[in-house]
């Protein structure tokens, strides 16, 4: 029987007995171990006594060289790309505004471009970006929505916490009036005697 390092490829002996009286197959593996190998559960796994020190296994590897890679340069508008936008904004832009749901975000994801193009687009031929009166409509109302919501569920919380210390007060209260009927009981008692 025979084991291999795996990092080196030194290899050992285990001097298979034919005949009557076999060793079992774990007396390999002491064998082996006594002359300072590690066996692993696979051949991947068994390290010769010089390299049986995790330290010394690591420096057996050699370091890929990595090549950094360079970004590609971000693509320019192109006539094609302005003519595209261009035409969206002619579409979807009022006279000083964009008209209802449209924005420059939406307007660049509409035509899966950058949302710079589209606002220096806009800037060069329609103007600014003039505000939709209904999404800034919606804005606004999402935002004081939120903070209601807010404040509200702090309230929920603060009331459930109340509620929670007004349970365990009540809880000490009962124990303790328990503890008092007791007592006026065994007074009674005693008074009529």
Known sequence: MRITCA?????????????VNRKPPIAATQHFQNKGWVVGSNPR???CPVHASPAKRKGQKAMADTVATIADKPREMSREDRRIINDKLDEV????????????AAVAKDLGVPRDWV???????FGPAG???????????????????????EATTRAEKAAAEQRRAQGDLC???????????????????
């Not at 303790?176 to 009529?192: F, G």
Request: a neutral charge; hydrophobic letters at 35%; proline letters at 4%.
């Open 131 to 153: 505000s939709n009166p209904l999404y800034d409509e919606f804005l606004k109302e999402t935002a004081q929505m939120e903070v209601a919501f807010r404040t509200c569920e």
């Open 7 to 19: 990092c080196c490829g030194a290899v050992a002996y285990f001097p298979h007995q034919t005949g």
């Open 93 to 104: 832009y009022a006279k000083d505004a964009y008209k209802s749901p449209w924005t420059d």
């Open 119 to 125: 606002a220096q687009v806009r800037e060069q031929f």
């Open 45 to 47: 796994k068994d390290f």
């Open 175 to 193: 124990k303790a009036m328990d503890s008092y009927r007791a007592l006026a009981r065994k007074v009674e008692r005693e008074i009529s005697r």
